[in-house]
Structure formats: C-alpha cells, structure tokens
C-alpha cells in the first residue's frame, strides 16, 4: 500500500478504536478527574417544583418570594459545601429550607389528600456509595428529607412507608410534629375546590377558569422540592421532597420515593432529582435513564438529561423536569412545562435563581 | 484519490456509520420482528426465589413439591399465550398459582412482619405501553397481583401503598380475605424463632444452626415469585408478588414493587422480575439497568442479565438473581446465590424446572 492508504488505514484503525472505547470514556475520566485535581468545583442545583407558571399569571410580589426562598435554599446548602462539607449534607440543608415554607407543595406546604390529610414521600441518595433512603405516606415527621436520610444511614433498608416508617423517624428522635402543623389555609382550598367541582360534575373548563384564578392551583400535580450537589470530594448527592398530589387518594405514590425515578445519584454518571406528572418518571425510570444513557450512551450530562425529558417525556405527555449534576460540576436542568422554579450556586458563590422558561440560565 | 484509498475511505465510513447506529439496532429490529415475522415465538419463564438452597438440605419430597407447583403454574400461564393471550393476562395467572400455594413466600405463603402480620407488595408492567401497577403494604387483597393489575388498568396512578390501596382495590371487586388467611404455621414458627434469638441476643451461629434445621428459615430474606412473558403479538410483561422480609420492621419495601428496580418491562429490550436481598437490588435499579445495557451498550439479554446479577450485584455483595426475557423469547435467568427455583415453557409447550445452581437449563 501507498502512504496514502496507509495514512487511511491508520485513521479508519483510530475510528473504530475511538468508537469502541467511547462509552466508557467518560466512566473512566470522572474517576481519574476526583483523584487528582485539586480545584474540584463544588455546586448546588435545587428546583421547587415545575408546571403551568407563566410570567402574565405571577404577580411581582408572589415571584419575588419564591426566588427569596430559593436564594436563601441555595445559600444555605452552600455554605455546607464551601465550609468543606459532604454533598448529601449540602442537599438536606437546601431542601429542609423549602420544607419548612409554605410556598412549596413539601413539608410545611404540602398539599391535601382527599381525605384532608397531609402525606408526605422523601428520597435521598448518594453517589459515592449508591446507598439511599426513601419514605412514602408519613404524616407527622416535621422534614420529610430527614426520615429519609435516617432510613438510609441507620437501617439495613432503603424504603420505608406509612405508620413504620414514622416509628423508626421517632425511634431515631427526628422531630415530630401534630399533623395539623402541615395544615395551609391555601392548600385547604385547593382542596375544597377540586372536591367541589368534582362533587358538581364540572368540565375541565371550570377547573381551567381556577387555575386562571389562582396560579398556584395549576401545579396541583407537580409540586415537589429537590436538590442535587457535588462537593469538593467530587461526591454527587440527590434528594427529593413533596406532599404529593392535591386530592390525591388510595394510598398514591409518585416518583419521588421511588429510587432511579425521581431521585437517583451516582458518581460514575450524575445526581437528579425530578418534578413533574409522577406517574410518567416511574415508567421511565426518569433518573436512571439518564445515567444510563450518559454511562452506557457515551452523551454528557445536558444530551441526556435533554433526550429524557424534552424527547423521551414529551412524546409520552409526561410534563415536568430534572435538576441534574455530575462530577465535575457541570449541571443541567430541562423541563417540558411553563416554568420550572430553580437555581444554582457554583463556586463563586453566587446564587442564580430561575422561574420560567425564557430566562437565560448562563450554564 | 486512486481505487484503493477510495474504497478504504468507503469502508472507513460504513464503518463510522455502522459505530453511530448500533445501539438503536436491537430496538429496531425489534419492531420490525414484531410486525412482519409470522413465527412469534411464545415463552413463560417464573421463579420462585432465590436464596440458600442446596440439594443436601432438601428432601426429596420437598423438592418434588415445589417443582410440581412450578410446573402447575407455567402450565397455566402457557395455556393463556397458547389461546392467543396477552402476556401480561399469562404471568397473572402464573403468579396467581403461586400465590395460593402456602411454598412460595407471597399471597398465602407470605412470611411474618415482626408485629406479626403479613404484609405484601406486588407489580406488573406491560412492555409494549410501559405502563405499570405497583402495590405495597397490602393484607386484604387474596392476590396482590391482581391489585397491581387493577392499578395499572383501571386508576390514572402507577404505586398505591397500605390502607388506601386495600380501598382501591375493594372497589375495583377483587377477591379479599380476612388477614388470618394469610397465616401459615411454618411462617409464623419462623417469626417466632426470629424473635426470640433476638431477645436471648444469640449470635449469628445459632441463626445459622436454625438454618439448618430448616432449609426454608434460610430464605428469610429472598421469598418471591415472578412471572415474565413474551405473546404471538411480541408484546413482554413482567410480574413479581411478595410478601417480604420475615420478621420486618418499619413499614419496610423491597424491590418488588419499585418499578425499574424489581420489576420492568420494555418491548424494545426486555421483561425482568428479580429476587434478592431487595435493597441491593433497588440501588442497582437492576430490571432497567438490565435493559439500559441492551439498548445502550448493545449487549444481548443473556449478557446485559449476567452483567448485572453476577457483576454489578456481586460486587455489592447483593444476594439473588433474576428472570428475563426479550421480544424474540430469548430467555436468561442468572442468580448469585446457591439456588432460585425457576423454569420456563416455550413453543413446544414443555415445561422445564430447575432448583439448583448446577442444573443445564439447556438455554
């Protein structure tokens, strides 16, 4: 043969080798990137929730809450990350920030079931270890998120529900409060109005005219908080928290308890915690899927959080969104719906809040 | 460019285009397969768990037992796929029959909670919608099965846990029981033996004497049942019931009601039901880590199901294994640990049974 097609051949030899060796490349580099480099970036993502919000149904003063909340949220899970601490401490103290204010369907905001209950679900996990804890249906643990993180560190188990589960938060003496502390006078009415217009036979317009009226209303279905991290060790970290569905009955769970759906984490690929249609995340395994395709796939972090929710969600109708991280810091955040409340800090120290789905995020 | 560099320059190029679309290969030819092949092979394969189960512990009476009820249960479910059913109709009344057999720990063989009560979870998952039916925390529902069918088919919900489960399923007319059905005199000795090694605080080498006395005490941890099923229309499905851990706390899930985790199914890749030590088995997310590794890291079903049962789940020390099948009825059914009682029937309508680890299942 020719220089020429020896030159030829030696680049067809590369392209295939290049090829072979491509989905694993990225598994490889992330081990290699938290074993030597010294400036492991750290960075925290958080959202309160996605749906229907749209800047003409928002007033000022409603938006300059959220974005407070999620600022102080963000701020609150760095300072455990810039003070040298772990990932899946950063993710607690974000979500116990959202737990705790009424403006998000989780914890203190948690919406109504049809029973007029508040039941709580919870996941966190973390990469390092791919340990996880998760609790369904609890009603009376003050921060959900940390039911969970009690499941995962001080019991041979990953998930635990109802009345068991809030046995073991008490035996671990997490804070317990009387059910009526979740009890907002806004989520009540939530409720009373869905009951009604089911009691009356309305049609899906009335339900229409009272998500026009009360923008709240519309995320009746999507609410949830979550938070992933990467600290300066290069763990990743997930975790998720909400009160469900508004009238929502016999026992439903959604994704957020459910372990590679709604919450999932692993050093090897990335941490997400998602928001959205529950139902739809289960059956896509929403955050394995994603760390599968970024593993197995050879795609970074964006492509394949993109491919699920704006390509593999979208065509099933399940409406909602990730926040995702992998270990080198780079993050992403799709949603499929309106608006998405969201944010995220990186080193410098600055927090970046966002709401719907017009805004540059600058990642 | 001569004749040589420019074929090399065409190979070089099939050859990048052949790298870029094989991962989508299986998937598509799946399709293909379905809707032109006329010779859509029908395949049932089960278990019955997994755990310690040796051929010097067992009788031969005992194993007579269980393999006629194997057998029982995949002629059952073979006759559905035979008629022309559905597979997901198929593993239902697989499952069913081992449900109502006091042998298998699920339905009416159930083990113990440590309140002594039984408490059972089941899932069902179709692969050609993807929809799914989870329940968890159920003592009413004489199958629970059933329950996760009634989830999936007739609520817009996936997961309904405990009480409000139990309702659903009253109202969708299923077979309920007084929870005492559930108790079976092996069972609760087993409690009771549990109990009070804990109480007297014996160490783990009179657990293992009880072990021995008992090769049943043994799989404790491990009981289930599944069900996977490919149809004439080359539809796949998964089932898997359980009653749990003997002696569990807490409200405590395993994987079988976690979808992904326990039970999966996707006609583009493939149907898993697992047994195992559930909380490995949910970190792994092993049904859809099983069918990301088809589709995204284009291995076969007998090499994504080895990856992760005798790999990734060795590795963590994650006890069990797991039964599979894809779209064109290739069937794997590898487990870690000493035994799973297991079988499958496929065209020919010869059903086969296998117990141990070193029997040829002639796959």
Redesign the interface.
């Known amino acids: ?2 220089l ?2 020896n030159y ?2 030696a ?2 030899f590369l ?2 080798l290049a ?2 060796e491509r ?1 694993y490349e990225k598994y490889e580099s992330n081990k290699e990137f938290s074993s030597w480099n010294k400036v492991q970036p750290i960075a925290l993502v958080i959202h309160g929730g996605a749906g229907t919000i749209k800047r003409e149904d928002m007033s000022p003063e409603r938006e300059k809450a959220y974005r407070e909340k999620l600022m102080e949220s963000l701020n609150v899970g760095y300072a455990v990350l810039a003070d040298g601490g772990k990932s899946v401490d950063a993710v607690i103290a974000a979500i116990k920030v959202m737990e705790d204010s009424p403006l998000f369907n989780a914890g203190k905001g948690a919406v109504f079931t049809h029973d007029g209950k508040n039941e709580m679900d919870a996941a966190i ?1 973390e990469g390092s270890t ?3 804890g998760a609790v ?2 609890i009603s009376t643990v003050k921060n959900p998120i940390t039911a969970a993180y009690e499941v995962m560190e001080n ?11 809030e ?2 938060a008490e035996e671990q003496n997490l804070e317990l409060v009387d059910p009526n502390y979740f009890r907002t006078e806004r989520r009540y009415e939530q409720l009373m109005k869905i009951i009604d217009s089911e009691r009356q036979q309305l049609d899906h317009s009335s339900i229409r005219e009272m998500e026009l009226e009360d923008p709240f209303f519309k995320d009746r279905k999507f609410g949830t908080v979550g938070a992933v991290a990467v600290d300066a060790a290069g763990n990743v970290a997930a975790a998720t928290s909400t009160g469900g569905m508004t009238n929502k ?6 994704d957020v308890p ?4 709604g919450t ?1 984490a692993d050093n090897a690929t990335c941490a997400v915690s998602a928001t959205g249609h ?2 739809y995340f ?4 929403v955050g ?2 994603i760390a ?2 970024m ?3 050879n795609k970074s972090l964006d492509e394949a959080a993109n491919e699920v929710v704006m390509d593999q969600l979208v065509k099933m109708e399940g409406s909602g969104g990730v926040i995702s991280i992998d270990a080198q810091g780079n993050i992403s955040m799709p949603f499929n719906s309106a608006g998405m409340y969201r944010g995220y800090i990186r080193e410098k120290g600055q927090a970046q809040t966002f709401v719907y789905n017009d805004e540059d995020e600058g990642l």
Chains 1, 2 share one sequence.
């Open positions: 043969m020719g020429k097609a030829l051949f680049v067809f392209a295939i090829c072979s989905k996990m791919r340990n996880a369904a249906g019991s041979p188990h990953v998930f635990m529900v109802g009345k068991g589960a046995q073991f009955r016999y026992g439903r769970v959604g459910v372990i590679g759906a999932y529950g139902e289960i059956r896509n395994v394995h899927e599968s395709i593993r197995y796939g």
